[in-house]
Nanobody, 122 residues
């Protein structure tokens, strides 16, 4: 599976962005998908995850109520809608695919996209 993330950019605090992650391959619907982020000098951290069917979603406490993860298996794409953005959301955002159970841990994810920069100005 190859993943291509897009949709990042510069936005003012309180604004919104929608990230997309397009996957290649016919087995996309069998993968749980996750979004992670990494700020300069910090470790990569979990943001959100969604099960292969879309029936289960998980969020980091820091984004709960502001971010929404969704997927369209017909389009081989997973989305991250980000609302009420804060300067502390500034990071490179990565999408990832996990052939196992949906997880919030970095390690189990098998495939990673190249990342897209999100910058939130105050």
């Amino acid at each position: 599976v190859q993943l291509q993330a897009s949709g990042g950019g510069l936005v003012q605090a309180g604004g919104s962005l929608r990230l997309s992650c397009a996957a290649s391959g016919r087995t996309f619907s069998s993968y749980a998908m996750g979004w992670f982020r990494q700020a300069p000098g910090k470790e990569r951290e979990f943001v959100a995850a969604i099960s292969w069917s879309g029936g289960s979603t998980y969020y980091a406490d820091s984004v709960k109520g502001r971010f929404t993860i969704s997927r369209d298996n017909a389009k081989n794409t997973v989305y991250l809608q980000m609302n009420s953005l804060k300067p502390e959301d500034t990071a490179v955002y990565y999408c990832a695919a996990d052939h196992g159970a949906t997880t919030t841990m970095v390690g189990p994810y098998d495939y990673w996209g190249q990342g897209t920069q999100v910058t939130v100005s105050s």
